[in-house]
């Protein structure tokens, strides 16, 4: 599956692109299944939550071929590479078992607080106070529906990928030493809805978050954190130069 003109095009001005049925059904139960077991069997320490929800879920099975497939076996290598040019993806090893467990029953919804990735809270792996651009864009696989908004859905604040370049660029990365800037982005946040086995595609530094989820069940995603063969050498330059590893988007808006 390679991306249209217009697919580009929309991700380029937007930070992120839905893609319907990209994954299909058996690998979405293959993936459930584990990841359900993994619940059943190994369980969870309730003081191990704010971690949890921070990295991965069923952290044994992050490698495993249930969850990789997903990637390796499916749609998104090649959408990934009409982004990325072929042969530029890193291997894709493991992910992030996403999951977001109901609220209280008639709580009442809260607004969504969005962030950038590679922000250290202390709980993500990363020391407060640090910050670092380790990949090149997400790729989040819905593992059950999502009909409705507040029910964990993955959400984006469009075109903030932009505005976050311009802001970097006048005022310096080093802000994010002090954490997420509080500032007014360009538009208001969407809650992705779809189908088990769609998939969205972020760019790494559209503002993004989990939204409160006020339904009945779980929310299943895996979500990978895909990156460019050059990440690791471009690193933080890409904060203020964002399209530097996306020549399938040069192409286009060349």
Known sequence: MQLTNQQKLSFYENGYLKISGAISPLMINAALHAINYSLGEEGMNKDDLPTLRAQSYCKEIRNSSPVTDLANKSAMIPVVESLLGEGNLSPVESCQIALRFPRLPYASPGSPHGHLDGLGSGLNGSAQGTYRRGFTMLAVVL????????????????????????????????????????????????????????????????????APNHAPNIRYAAIFRLRHQQTSFIGNEAYTDIWKEWPGIQEVID
């Open 143 to 210: 593992l059950n529906n999502l009909p409705e908004t507040h029910s964990g859905n993955f959400t984006v604040w469009p075109k903030s990928h932009a505005f976050f370049e311009n802001y970097f660029r006048e005022n310096g990365i080093e802000v994010l030493a002090d954490g997420m800037p509080q500032v007014d982005l360009p538009e208001d946040p969407i809650q992705i809805m779809g189908q088990a086995g769609d998939m969205v595609i972020a760019h790494h530094q559209i503002v993004h978050t989990a």
